[in-house]
């Protein structure tokens, strides 16, 4: 049988937690039940997947977004309780792991993502909190924009907000998932064509039209499912685990 301290002390080792300073705490958030055999896995742990993990008699809720995040109101009140109300009266553990699961080299968001899209990598770029969490690398060969949008409605399962700042072709690309938008200049300053985020503000137009590359705003869920979901399916292996992913759907 599995101990949570062991999966703990495994996680924290193997996504190399100690190198990010990050906004919300990575490892255990919320303490169940010690022995693990059921893992439920998805992005965010809303109520539905909270749910979802009751549901489906979870020892623990493995996401990428969790709780506590930095500047948010520190009260259990409201839907914070309802949440963690939930989870306590089930006995569930709830483990979350953000930057660290952006960054991992193997199983991270943004390793999935180039994956999915068949982009080689080349190095990382994009720091605010010390270990670069983005990638850049290339297209095996040039394609329109409109070809790289329809490559990541068919692997990501949803058309992308694009902004057409070149009408140059695209091979060269840099990518960071979730809300990097703000990263954008970074990736200009990369030379690259495109550049591929979740989400996108209402300045990020103006930024992709200004320095003169694609960008596109390709859905903060839809790029963070990868991660982990690779991650799941390695701790499944590794310690012999059932381990689930439900997708909770989100547009944005
Ligand atoms: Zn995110």
């Not at 709780?67 to 979350?96: H, S, T």
């Not at 591929?196 to 499912?225: C, K, M, N, P, W």
Request: glycine share 10%; with cysteine; proline share 2%.
């Amino acid at each position: 049988m599995l101990q949570r301290d062991e999966l703990l002390a495994y996680l924290e080792e193997i996504l190399n937690v100690q190198a990010f300073a990050d906004y919300a705490p990575n490892g255990l958030q919320v303490e169940g039940r010690t022995d693990i055999k059921k893992i439920v896995t998805g992005v965010t742990a809303c109520q539905a997947l909270v749910d979802a993990a009751v549901e489906r008699k979870a020892d623990a809720l493995l996401v990428h977004h969790g709780y506590f995040w930095k500047g948010e109101d520190a009260c259990i009140v409201g839907m914070k309780k309802q949440r963690l109300g939930a989870l306590l009266a089930a006995d569930i553990n709830l483990l979350a792991y953000h930057l660290p699961l952006d960054a991992h080299p193997e199983l991270g968001n943004n390793t999935e993502l180039a994956k999915r899209l068949n982009l080689q990598q080349e190095g990382v770029f994009g720091s605010e909190t010390g270990t670069p969490i983005g990638q850049y690398g290339r297209l095996a060969q040039a394609i329109s924009a409109e070809a790289f949008g329809k490559l990541l409605t068919r692997k990501l399962g949803r058309e992308p907000l694009y902004i057409a700042g070149t009408d140059a072709d695209i091979q060269t690309v840099a990518w960071c998932t979730g809300a990097a938008q703000s990263y954008l200049e970074q990736a200009a300053a990369l030379g690259v064509d495109a550049f591929v985020t979740g989400e996108i503000s209402e300045q990020t137009v103006h930024v992709a039209r200004e320095l003169g590359l694609h960008f596109f705003s390709a859905g903060h869920h839809a790029t963070e499912r990868g991660g982990v979901q690779a991650l799941g399916a390695h701790l499944a292996t590794h310690f012999g685990l059932t381990v689930e992913f439900v997708d909770i759907h989100n547009p944005v």
